[in-house]
């Protein structure tokens, strides 16, 4: 029988650091796409054989991140990951990253769901059936955000163009390139003086090759909002920073 939790430890190197010689949000996210990968492999529900057999794929809807502090190199982190009990059209899943005193660092939760490789419709849950006889129910981190912010043109900070680099094995957009999209709406000195509490993403709609994205930040107090749009005004993701 298939635990229902997985874990995988990691040593934090220069290749998992960023000019800070720290884990970064996009670092902790590949992190745990790579524990979800081996852990939904083991549940016999991994990218081959929910491709094969239900014609689907897996793509996360949202995520939030709830930060103590960020790994620095040179340590040992570990991931841990489990599922929550499945809702009609979402899969939760939480994720830890924890010292090796095992205490938490970084916790998060993500909204998975599977879209039909065709048509891009949303599956019900019920597809992939009974995946444990019981779940567990522990979840570290609070509910997403309400945002109350909107932007202009006076919030652009910049504009970039899809390129090979950025697609996943889905042929699209990969959700850690927005996550470094978002965080690049900062300077690095700005960054240097910040202490992020929490970080969210919506992933609203899939984006491709070529496809040219604005990038808008509006700032307010201890929090600041980041949208991408598309040439066709379409918000492809959303995201909020707590500091």
Not at 17 to 43: I, N, P, R
Not at 72 to 92: D, I, N
Not at 128 to 138: D, S, V
Request: proline share 2%.
């Amino acid at each position: 029988m298939t635990d229902n939790i997985f874990s995988v430890k990691s040593p934090v190197n220069v290749n998992t650091v960023g000019y800070d010689g720290k884990m970064s949000v996009a670092d902790a996210m590949s992190m745990f796409q790579y524990a979800v990968t081996l852990h939904t492999d083991e549940m016999g529900v991994g990218f081959d054989s929910v491709l094969n057999n239900h014609g689907a794929k897996w793509v996360i809807a949202k995520a939030r991140f709830e930060i103590s502090r960020f790994p620095s190199k040179g340590e040992t982190v570990k991931a841990v990951t489990w599922p929550l009990k499945p809702g009609a059209k979402r899969f939760g899943r939480c994720f830890s990253i924890r010292d090796e005193h095992d205490r938490d660092c970084i916790n998060a939760y993500t909204d998975w769901c599977l879209l039909d490789k065709s048509t891009s419709e949303v599956l019900n849950t019920s597809v992939l059936g009974e995946l444990f006889p019981e779940y567990r129910t522990e979840r570290k981190v609070g509910r997403y955000s309400k945002f109350t912010l909107e932007v202009t043109q006076q919030n652009l900070r910049y504009k970039r163009t899809m390129r090979l680099s950025d697609l996943d094995i889905n042929g699209h957009v990969n959700n850690i390139s927005y996550i470094r999209m978002a965080l690049d709406c900062f300077s690095c000195s700005e960054m240097k003086g910040m202490t992020i509490k929490s970080f969210e993403m919506i992933y609203r709609r899939q984006c491709f090759e070529g496809e040219t994205l604005a990038f808008y930040r509006a700032d307010d107090g201890d929090g600041c909002y980041i949208e991408a749009h598309a040439q066709n005004g379409d918000v492809v993701f959303t995201a909020t920073v707590n500091k």
